[in-house]
């Protein structure tokens, strides 16, 4: 399939009416800060998505998935396994992206196209990923038949949603501020849940629940991916978001999730006056069971995701 795609690249100019919100803007723009905001929680995000990826994908017999809307590579480069990132094709509508994707990742495979009209035969693909991308089509149907004609039947489409996305969908309504994002990205699921169906796909999974995970990492270890300085505390740092967003780490004071390991820091609480830790107040302070100490970052995640099949 790679061959296929690959002998095409360029070779599909998207035109204007298919360009999204994003088309029109530098990927750099909106790309590092959430890059970054992203790396710090990557392993919780990584612990997330793995599961979902190995029950629905045989890696052993799995040649061709198709990522859209890849952005600037954050899937295929960082969060896609070891296993898929070789039998992943990237596919990309704003050449800005694109080009920093590339410049990013030399390595990846990406493609400039529009879902719209997918350069693959049809029912080639084994399956479709997307990590906060469908969200941003304005032709949401057209994308899906598309989807559809591309994937073999049984070939899966898996897509993955940031939370506190900023959501462009066309029948997103209020906007200004993150609680209502998450509302409408809720409205979304719905209409992309009939969508589908209506398609003729068959949904396996994310009806209702988000996949949430966390995962504990020395501070080092995240700065070796991170380019930025993490504090360090004598107690473990909580960074608790729908996709990394809230970094510096405990930046979010509106977090009720933000906590520590109780045993910990109970008693470093007893000994201080402070009302407020680290910008969350001690009466919002929730204690995650986890394992962590000083030196160590609790990362914890929530994401949204379905997954249907091609029948
Ligand atoms: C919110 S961004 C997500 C990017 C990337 N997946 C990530 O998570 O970093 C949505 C992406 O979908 C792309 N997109 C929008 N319409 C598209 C289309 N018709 N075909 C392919 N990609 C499209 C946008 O250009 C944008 O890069």
């Excluded at 080009?99 to 479709?128: C, H, M, Q, T």
């Excluded at 960074?239 to 990394?244: L, P, Q, S």
């Excluded at 830790?277 to 919002?284: A, D, L, M, N």
Aim: glycine share 6%; aromatic share 10%; charged share 25%.
């Amino acid at each position: 399939m790679r061959k296929e795609l690959s002998a095409i690249v360029g070779g599909i100019r998207p035109v204007d009416e298919e360009t999204s919100f994003i088309g029109a803007k530098s990927a750099n723009e909106t790309h590092h800060y959430v890059e970054r905001d992203r790396l710090v929680t990557l392993k919780a995000l990584q612990n997330a998505i793995y599961p979902v990826l190995e029950k629905y994908l045989n890696r052993n017999n799995c040649h061709s998935v198709l990522e859209v809307g890849c952005g600037t590579g954050f899937f295929s480069r960082w969060l896609a396994p070891q296993w898929l990132q070789g039998q992943l094709v990237s596919l990309e509508i704003n050449p800005a992206a694109l080009k920093e994707a590339s410049k990013l990742f030399p390595n990846g495979n990406l493609l400039w196209a529009s879902v719209y009209r997918l350069p693959v035969g049809n029912e080639k693909l084994d399956a479709i990923i997307g990590l906060s991308s469908f969200d941003s089509l304005l032709f949401l149907t057209k994308a899906l038949k598309e989807a559809h004609r591309s994937l073999k039947p049984g070939g899966k489409i898996i897509l993955f949603q940031d939370l506190s996305t900023e959501l462009y969908y066309e029948n997103g309504e209020d906007k200004s501020s993150i609680g209502a994002n998450f509302a409408s990205i809720e409205r979304y699921h719905k209409d992309l849940i009939t969508d589908l169906e209506e398609r003729n796909f068959h949904i396996l999974e994310g009806n209702e629940n988000c996949l949430e995970a966390i995962a504990v990492e020395s501070v080092e270890d995240i700065e070796s991916r991170v380019d930025a300085d993490i504090p360090r505390r004598n107690y473990p740092i909580f960074v608790g978001c729908d996709r990394g967003y809230s970094f510096p780490v405990l930046s979010k004071t509106n977090m009720k999730e933000s906590g520590y390991k109780k045993s910990d820091i109970e008693e470093w609480l007893d000994t201080t006056s402070l009302d407020k830790i680290e910008g969350t107040f001690r009466s919002q302070l929730s204690f995650v069971e986890q394992e962590a100490g000083a030196g160590e970052v609790i990362e914890w995640v929530r994401i949204r995701y379905l997954v249907a099949e091609s029948i």
